[in-house]
Nanobody, 126 residues
Framework: QLQLVESGGGLVQPGGSLRLSCAAS????????IGWFRQAPGKERKGVSC????????WFASSVEGRFTISRDNTKNTVYLQMNSLKPEDTAVYYC???????????????????WGKGTLVTVSS
């Protein structure tokens, strides 16, 4: 019943930008802390960025700090991940995740996630 749907992925050249969206259905997204995770081929899913339910707390993995921006519009039940200066190593399936309660204020670890989206593929290549 509770669903998260990612969109905005695709093919982009190195140095380019993409904006991912995570739309919630079946529940009010504003009640949840939201994380963005990614999983590269053959690797484990890892946290990229997260934002608290109010938007007051954000976190970014060191690999994307300064390049990615996370935001949310609770009136639209949507969370965004703006990705700039993309690198080939950013290539992965990106997942939106919702947490009912995260230790650090927003979910940066898999064990903090209560609901997962199905993912959207981002490919950074020339």
């Amino acid at each position: 019943q509770l669903q998260l749907v990612e969109s905005g992925g695709g093919l982009v050249q190195p140095g380019g930008s993409l904006r991912l969206s995570c739309a919630a259905s079946g529940f009010t997204l504003g009640r949840y802390d939201i994380g963005w995770f990614r999983q590269a081929p053959g690797k484990e899913r890892k946290g990229v960025s997260c934002i608290s339910n109010s938007g007051d707390t954000t976190w970014f993995a060191s690999s994307v700090e300064g390049r990615f921006t996370i935001s949310r519009d609770n009136t639209k039940n949507t969370v965004y991940l703006q990705m700039n200066s993309l690198k080939p190593e950013d290539t992965a399936v990106y997942y939106c995740a919702a947490s009912e309660g995260s230790y650090y204020g927003c979910p940066s670890n898999n064990y903090e996630v209560d609901y997962w989206g199905k993912g959207t593929l981002v490919t950074v290549s020339s």
